[in-house]
């Protein structure tokens, strides 16, 4: 899968285990909803660094625990 799916993929884990929305967790992170869509509907090539940071800080978790899924496993991400 490319990076960008993977991106999304975790997006959803962590809005289904914290019970959210996508567009609850844009609320939330003072991102633009359309922000957020065309990350999850893999629109964005390059994710924003800012954009998982402002997540996680929502999320009170470390940006290690945003990647630490085995959907970014070396050998599940193309290149």
Known sequence: ???KEAISKRI???C???KITPNKLAELSAIAPSTLQDMLSLKVSNPSSYVIH???KTLKI???D???SDLFLE???ED
């Open 16 to 18: 289904e285990k914290n």
């Open 54 to 56: 402002q997540i996680c």
């Open 75 to 77: 050998e599940n991400i």
């Open 66 to 68: 945003f990647f630490d």
């Open 62 to 64: 470390s940006e290690k």
């Open 1 to 3: 899968m490319l990076f």
């Open 12 to 14: 959803y884990e962590l």
